[in-house]
């Protein structure tokens, strides 16, 4: 069974930054994507960013700009997908998600891992 472990959430005031780290353990299929996702009390999860086994790299409008090219990054031998957050905002507090898209075309969700920032 697929598990996906995420780790990094804090407390952090605004400004600062933060690594969330996520590791998916019992894989038995071929991932086409692993991610980030973030939901916040009432509504829908948002895509944060996402990075494919190739490299290429997916970011939200709202990541854009705060967040450094490099922010994604995998580590597809381990099956271990990073988020480096800089500049955070109060509006980035949110519940962050892991999520391992598989070639078949499923989807795969940690747990989450909360992330708040204070003003």
């Known amino acids: 069974q697929v598990q996906l472990v995420e780790s990094g959430g804090d407390l952090v005031q605004a400004g600062e930054s933060l690594r969330l780290a996520c590791t998916a353990h019992?894989?038995?299929?071929?991932?086409?994507?692993m991610g980030w996702y973030r939901q916040t009390p009432g509504k829908q999860r948002e895509l944060v960013a996402t990075?494919?086994?190739?490299?290429?790299?997916?970011?939200?409008d709202t990541a854009k700009g705060r967040f450094t090219i490099s922010s994604i990054s995998r580590d597809n031998a381990k099956n271990m997908v990073y988020l480096q957050m800089n500049s955070l905002k109060p509006e980035d507090t949110a519940v962050y998600y892991c999520?391992?898209?598989?070639?078949?075309?499923?989807?795969?969700w940690g747990q989450g891992t909360q992330v708040t920032v204070s003003s």
């Open positions: 999520n391992v898209f598989s070639i078949a075309r499923r989807n795969y």
């Open positions: 990075i494919n086994t190739d490299g290429t790299t997916e970011y939200a």
């Open positions: 019992r894989i038995g299929f071929t991932i086409a994507a």
